[in-house]
């Protein structure tokens, strides 16, 4: 069985009766949908810094793409359109 550990916070009286409506439509108790809703804000955070870190990896191994050619494309881009468009 997984070891549970105690946290605990203040928070205030609006999202506390927030808290109550959702675990009480959930069928669960404040502390389950707080640690719930903490789990999923820890892994999200997770996932940010694991796609952050992938781009850095990226630029380590030399895959990005120089800033003057996106700024190049870019301006090509911008020229066809305005000339489209007139």
């Excluded at 070891?3 to 506390?16: F, V």
């Excluded at 949908?33 to 992938?54: K, N, P, V």
Aim: hydrophobic share 45%; glycine share 6%; proline share 2%.
């Amino acid at each position: 069985m997984e070891s549970l550990q105690p946290i605990s916070t203040e928070i205030d009286a609006e999202t506390m009766a927030l808290v109550d409506r959702v675990a009480q439509r959930r069928g669960i108790t404040n502390g389950e949908f707080a640690a719930q809703a903490i789990r999923r804000a820890a892994e999200s955070d997770a996932d940010f810094d694991a796609f952050i870190q992938a781009g850095i990896d990226s630029l380590d191994r030399g895959e990005g793409i120089p800033h003057e050619q996106v700024m190049a494309e870019l301006d090509a881009m911008i020229a066809q359109h305005r000339a489209r468009c007139g």
